[in-house]
């Protein structure tokens, strides 16, 4: 690629001020927040200087360009990335490369639709076993929907990976995976990146990995030997993939990584979108209402199947919707591998760019009153003139999600059955506020009153 001559390019705006007290600025406040009202005051391509220069991108077709037409020109070897990879290894999110990409060819067929829909029944039965938790509560008694959201997703996630063989080691992994996804997010994380350095925080943290990874391995041994043709969970049909041009399998530490990497994404995620969406449904009773009279209409009762979705419109809206206003993963980043032109702006070699879906989904030239709950913005017929990349809650391009659909499909599995049986209402009293880790989690959780429906 030739030279960029800066004299042919428009000034970046950046907000004024010195760098380090931007970066005071921004920790004072909601980082989501913060890139927000840079993006009103400053327009879709910002340069934030903070501690280190950022280029907020907030242009549905620059996010088109970065994560899609000419991604191999960018990597994900940042240093929030960097972080999340001491705990999660060289799984699909943080890898890079030709081992990513061959990571990617063999773990595709097993998130393929006709294979998670086999999933239904796992979900449905881990969301009645917390129903039954919530009709034997007393009227009057405190509900932590956010708990209970995290509770039954890795309920999940951990019985579509291993089958029963998890349950004695479930409790531990919980326990564990809350402190490595609050990790990244701590001053002391950075540490990490050098494992050799002799602090406290670093030993407390390899305690706490190589404790992670010899559960993981463990499980993966025990299911290597108990294997039964048929079982069908994800392990089994991981340990059963094979390179094309190899005939290899994975080696033992890129199972464990993908695991571990499976765990922590497939449950945090999902139990994030499930707790904002009870959240906005409260404050919004006449969307509520219209939600279940079509649960009912369609289910009677029952709990869905994956056949069923098809004929549930109104509730992929609200999910949707609810995925608009508070995307479980709020931003992404990259860093340029080359000097490029993006918008009319010159973009440095190495620079860090970042995305927000906080942001983008907020846009107003494509999302008009953005911060309205308005689920029929995604009604068939609906938003055909908006651009499709200015709704990615699943990231975009070779680099989405890949359980993406699992997760929607948990999600509209587990509000159909709660929904049907009953009404959640957080108390009028708490606070509910967004928190930027690395999923956008409710800083005080969500204290709730949970009652059953008449009839």
């Known amino acids: 690629m030739s030279a960029i001559n800066p004299t042919e390019f428009s000034h970046l705006p950046d907000p004024p001020g010195p760098p380090l007290l931007e970066g005071f600025k921004l ?5 989501p927040d913060a890139l927000l009202e840079l993006a009103k005051r400053y327009g879709d391509v910002v340069r934030w200087r903070g501690f280190w220069p950022i280029y907020c991108i907030n242009n549905p077709e620059h996010v088109r360009l970065i994560l899609t037409q000419s991604y191999p020109r960018f990597t994900k070897h940042t240093i929030d990335y960097r972080v999340v990879g001491r705990t999660l290894g060289n799984g699909l999110v943080t890898n890079e490369g030709p081992d990513w990409a061959k990571q990617r060819r063999l773990m595709q067929p097993v998130f393929a639709n006709r294979a998670i829909d086999k999933f239904d029944t796992v979900i449905n039965d881990m969301t009645a076993e917390l129903a039954t938790q919530w009709a034997n509560k007393a009227a009057d008694e405190v509900v932590w929907i956010d708990r209970d959201m995290s509770r039954v997703t890795f309920q999940v996630v951990s019985r579509t990976l291993f089958g029963a063989d998890i349950d ?3 409790d531990e992994m919980v326990d564990i995976l809350h402190i490595v996804n609050q990790h990244p997010l701590k001053l002391s994380a950075l540490l990490t990146l050098w494992p050799w350095l002799p602090v406290p925080s670093n030993r407390r943290f390899k305690r706490i990995k190589d404790r992670l990874d010899g559960i993981v ?3 993966v041994a025990r299911h290597q030997a108990s294997y039964a043709e048929g079982r069908g969970d ?3 049909r991981l340990l059963a993939v094979r390179d094309p041009d190899t005939g290899e399998g994975m080696s033992r530490e890129q199972m464990r990584d993908e695991i571990i990497t499976l765990m922590l994404a497939g449950h945090e995620t999902s139990a994030t979108a499930l ?11 006449e969307i509520e209402a219209r939600l279940i009279a079509e649960l009912d209409g369609v289910l009677g009762g029952r709990p869905a199947q994956s056949a ?3 004929r549930l419109p109104y ?7 609810s995925m608009r206003l508070y995307p479980p993963v709020w931003g992404i980043a990259r860093r340029a591998n080359e000097e490029f032109e993006l918008g009319g702006y010159r973009i440095p070699k190495h620079a860090y760019l970042s995305i927000s879906m906080w942001v983008l989904h907020r846009h107003p030239d494509y999302w008009p009153d953005p911060e309205r709950f308005d689920p029929d913005r995604f009604a068939p017929g609906h938003g055909t003139e908006r651009h499709s990349y200015c709704y990615i809650p699943f990231s975009a391009g070779p680099r989405a999600c890949i359980g993406a659909g699992m997760a929607t499909l948990e999600i509209q599995l587990v509000l159909a059955l709660l929904l049907q049986r009953f009404r959640v209402r957080p108390l009028a009293s708490h606070t509910v506020v967004p928190q930027a880790v690395v999923t956008l989690k409710t800083r005080y959780g969500m204290p709730a009153h949970v009652t059953p429906r008449a009839g």
């Open 308 to 310: 069923d979705l098809a």
């Open 275 to 285: 707790t904002w969406t009870y959240f906005l449904l409260a404050q919004h009773p």
């Open 234 to 236: 994800i392990v089994d």
């Open 217 to 219: 391995d463990n499980l």
């Open 315 to 321: 509730l992929k809206q609200v999910v949707q919707e």
């Open 168 to 170: 004695d080691a479930a």
């Open 27 to 31: 920790l004072g406040k909601s980082p």
